[in-house]
């Protein structure tokens, strides 16, 4: 592994919404407590608020809108080919509110990064808060993972839990959820970029080694 190619590694970041976890990610990049660089922030909507925010930091900014394309596919082959314009190393989708498909998804297999606000395989989808709730459980938290063509269902790298205490809201949940990925989204991104993670057909490797279904750290718990 070369020491210069492992610090200049090229990263483009995709949202929809208010891009927190891009924005930490860029900061931690600046800091070089992460081993790449931003070179583009891409959302699928103009009011993404992440993207003003992206380029009030001087980075990068693009907007390719979903609602210009008739299909999925159509959308996700130029959103691959904007995305492969800027020559990336490590795709990360922070908050990209996107079902994709295998034309998105085949191109950067092994590099393309999620964060779930979820403790995946639980409650893939949308409203992941909500359903923790309603369900009455004891504890959440959130999910980093390869993405693979199965929505939400690619190998786990590396989880976070919170509690849950009674009389939580969403808000609640959401805010320690978020404490959680500004703490391990970096972490994966940086491990990516120092070429420490693979994508295998057994599933997420670490330093060589397989990762168990919760990821890094799984026999801890
Ligand atoms: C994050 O909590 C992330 O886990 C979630 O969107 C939020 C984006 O926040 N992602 C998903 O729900 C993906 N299915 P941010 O825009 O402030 O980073």
């Given amino acids: 592994m ?11 970041i995709l949202v929809s919404g208010s891009g927190t976890n891009m924005l ?16 583009a922030v891409i959302a699928n909507k103009a009011d993404a608020s992440g993207i003003a925010k992206a380029a009030e930091l001087g980075l990068e900014t693009a907007v390719l809108a979903h609602r ?16 492969t314009s800027y020559q990336p190393d490590v795709v ?11 034309e998105f998804v085949q191109p950067f297999q092994g590099r393309l990064l999620n964060i779930h606000p979820s403790l ?14 309603a369900n009455g459980d004891t504890e959440h938290g959130v999910s980093v993972h390869f993405v693979t063509e199965e929505l939400d269902g690619g190998p786990v790298i ?10 939580d809201t969403i808000d609640d949940l959401q805010q320690r959820v978020h404490e959680q ?26 330093d060589g080694q397989l990762l168990g279904p919760s990821g890094y750290a799984a026999e801890d718990e």
């Fill in 158 to 167: 590396l989880q976070a839990k919170i509690p849950i205490f009674d009389g």
């Fill in 24 to 39: 930490n990610i860029a900061e931690q990049c600046a800091e070089q407590r992460v081993a790449g660089k931003v070179v």
């Fill in 120 to 133: 995946l395989p639980k409650y893939k989808g949308l409203h992941t808060h909500e359903r923790a709730l």
């Fill in 68 to 83: 210009n394309f008739t299909s999925r596919e159509a959308y996700d082959q130029a959103l691959a080919e904007l995305v």
């Fill in 92 to 102: 990360v989708l922070a908050g990209f509110m996107r079902i994709l498909t295998a």
């Fill in 2 to 12: 070369s020491l210069i190619a492992s610090q200049n590694k090229r990263i483009v």
């Fill in 181 to 206: 990925e500004y703490r391990i989204y970096p972490l994966v991104v940086n491990w990516l970029c120092n070429e420490r993670l693979r994508l295998t057909a057994a599933g997420a490797e670490l």
